[in-house]
């Protein structure tokens, strides 16, 4: 979800070189087998030949088969390119009209892809924001959802018994009042980040000295976290690891991260040829929130099932769409 600047300079210069490389040409039929529930009543886009795209991770892999599955129970045939490497790739197929649609989160489009430093608090204002900025590159941005993926600070349920934490405010009042009771484990990027450690100490005052912090592999800070060598850990808030590894979330009461709502992203000009595209995907987004991003991730991550059916389970249990008699 997020990369570092060098990171994006250097993914777009592999994308002009050859866009190919990004997975850009790659794609297969959606052959799931859908009718319209409570969404895709009337086939709105029968006829319709629509591409959906999405990142390579957990959460963007099941987005994307939601997306691609609900446009399916509408009539559309859909060609799926679902899985392209880096955030770059993605959000360059529906730039250029390689795919037609995808899920984004708002503090991805506006600190990586249009260059902003300074997030902004409001959730609502800073979907509205990406939205306007968006518009000249051919993008149109969807209705949010109250889906939230960004940064947070957990601990053990042990430990938040023992330190009864809530927020990172207290996390910082115990840095203060205990300095041995807070330890970090943490990934490098996390660590650099002036949206992620650096700016965490300074927006609420913690006292963290760099010995007491432990770098390492993102996976590897859930377990460690849950095991108690650390006592705080970085996580993603809709990560399936918090849920399934029994961990307790600090609340962000000065709303330092940026907000990371997911809202679907379309290429201007197919939106405006099939405008139903929105109004088939606005129930569904506004039902995704974290704790149901969290239980779908984790039977992805922690149960190893496939995000493909994981995504068309959710759909048929929610009515949002029926199985097919055929």
């Not at 927020?167 to 203060?176: E, F, G, I, M, P």
Request: charged share 25%.
């Amino acid at each position: 979800m997020k990369y570092p600047r060098t990171a994006v300079a250097a993914l777009a210069g592999v994308l002009v070189i050859g866009a190919a490389g990004c997975g850009l040409t790659s794609g297969s039929p959606l052959v799931d087998n859908v009718e319209p529930g409570t969404v895709g009543r009337g086939e709105p886009l029968k006829g319709a030949k629509l591409t959906v795209a999405s990142k390579e991770f957990t959460e963007q892999l099941v987005l994307g088969a939601i997306m691609g599955i609900a446009f399916k129970a509408a009539g559309a045939d859909v060609l799926d390119r679902t899985g392209i490497q880096g955030s770059i790739g993605a959000r360059e197929a529906v730039r250029s009209g390689t795919a037609d649609a995808m899920y984004e989160y708002t503090g991805t489009g506006w600190i990586t892809y249009l260059g902003h430093t300074k997030p902004i608090v409001d959730p609502h204002e800073q979907w509205v924001a990406v939205r306007d900025a968006d518009r000249r590159n051919g993008i149109t941005w969807g209705t949010p959802g109250p889906l939230n993926n960004t940064y947070a600070l957990a601990l053990n349920r042990k430990n938040e018994k023992k330190y009864r934490t809530r927020t990172l405010s207290d996390v910082a009042a115990l840095s203060k009042k205990n300095p041995g009771a807070v330890t970090l484990c943490v990934e490098g990027e996390f660590a650099a980040r002036e949206d992620g450690l650096n700016g965490l100490k300074r927006a609420y005052g913690m006292n963290i000295p760099n010995s007491r912090i432990t770098k390492m592999a993102g996976g590897i800070v859930y377990t460690q976290t849950a095991k108690g060598a650390c006592v705080f850990g970085e996580v993603f808030t809709t990560d399936g690891r918090i849920k399934a590894l029994h961990l307790a979330v600090m609340k962000d009461d000065k709303h330092f991260f940026p907000n990371y709502n997911v809202a679907p992203v379309f290429h201007t000009k197919a939106l405006e040829e099939h405008p139903q595209m929105e109004r088939v995907l606005a129930p569904i987004t506004k039902k995704l929130t974290n704790a149901v991003a969290r239980e779908l991730n984790a039977k992805v991550d922690v149960d190893g099932e496939d995000p493909h059916d994981v995504a068309r389970d959710w759909l048929e249990e929610e009515g949002f769409v029926k199985k097919g008699g055929g």
